[in-house]
């Protein structure tokens, strides 16, 4: 699963189809393509995921009860995270710290 994280905040008045245009216009991104597309507000409180599952455009809005989100250094463009990543930023944990280990290809013996 391909995970993109928007680092320019995005206005939230925003509905799915603008986000979608976004995804594709600025991010380069195929907003269809079964990839999911997170964003954030000015100011880091709260979260919106945009995701395509075959037949119809997913947004979902989050804000956490208790703490922050931890975001990325605003800038220009976007990065890609881990599905275990941003399980973290949804959570609320240090996203940050989790790394994807490499993992041996088994080999075939005969």
Known sequence: MRVLVATKPVDFRRGADSLAALVREQLKHDPFSGTISTFRPKRA???QILAWDGSALL???QRLEHGAFRWPPISDGVMRVTASQLAALVD????????????AQPTATS
């Open 45 to 47: 409180e709260p979260l």
């Open 92 to 103: 609320g944990m240090d996203w940050s710290r989790l790394y994807a280990r490499d993992v």
């Open 59 to 61: 947004l979902s809005w």
